[in-house]
């Protein structure tokens, strides 16, 4: 498991005294209310941990002023940059919740005992999050997260039993 949780990625610089504009990748963009500091990956791949000073909402954007950046040139040089929460920052899940970060990898097999392969990456729909599986041979499978079909979610021992409902790799022309 990573210890690093994506929250945002700096999409450009907002004004001049600073702020960012921060496209959000949590599932609720409020979250930056409460976010107190984040760790950014810098182009060269080091960390850096800044403090929220500020947030503001503006259409689907988080609009950041982070302490210490108090000009456009200050700034401008994370543009293109991902945030990141420690676990110890992160939303606590409810139930049967998981981190996409956590669910990236995990082996995928079937309740009748086929191996599908491996968690490639969850799309959010909207209605409800797709596990895109990818297999060796480059199959491709969606499977919808839902409850009829994600039967078992074991981080620990690293898969994920699914039922596949009648059709679904017709559907998807899948092969995995």
Known sequence: MENLLQVGAILDTHGLRGEVKVFPTTDDARRYDTLREVELCTKDGDYI????????????????????????????QYKKCNLYVTREHAVELAENEYFV?????LAAKSDEGEVLGEIAEVLSTGAND????????GGELLVPAIHDCVKEISLEEGYVLLHLLPGLREATNGQA
């Open 49 to 76: 941990r800044l403090e929220v000073e500020r947030v503001r909402y503006a259409k689907n954007l988080v609009i950041v002023k982070f302490k210490g950046y108090d000009h456009i040139n200050e700034i401008e």
């Open 101 to 105: 970060a956590d669910l990236i990898g």
């Open 130 to 137: 797709v596990y895109v599986i990818k297999n060796e041979a």
